[in-house]
Every structure is written in C-alpha cells, then in structure tokens.
C-alpha cells in the first residue's frame, strides 16, 4: 500500500481500511504471543500501514479545519 494508494481513497474507505488493518494487528499479536505467527515482517508492514492511513486522515483533517 503506497501513500498514492492511499490519497486516493475516499474519507470511510479510510475508515475501512484502518478498521481492518486494526483487527489484523490484533490478530497478529495473539498469534505472536502464542508463538503461531509464521510471517514476522506483516507486524511491521501492517504497523506501519496503520500509521500511513492516520497521517493521511491527519492531514485532511488539517485541511478541513484550515479551509473553515
């Protein structure tokens, strides 16, 4: 998932899209502590995912909040 990707999204896309990324990493947490997780590096590319979709939701908040 790029920034572009991302900008690209409409505002409950974005919604959609963390909600679902949120639930990933919990899920991937439980399986890390269980020591069931196969792939390590989704941890950080879905932690970092997350932190992308906020940036940009940030962002458009800012937006909004400067074009009032």
Known sequence: MDAVDVR???????????LKLKKEQFNLRFQQASGQL?????????RRN?????TIQGQRAAQAGQGS
């Open 38 to 46: 196969q792939n390590t590096a989704r941890v950080r590319q879905v």
């Open 8 to 18: 690209a999204m409409s505002d409950d896309q974005l919604k959609d899209e963390l």
């Open 50 to 54: 997350i932190a992308r979709l906020q």
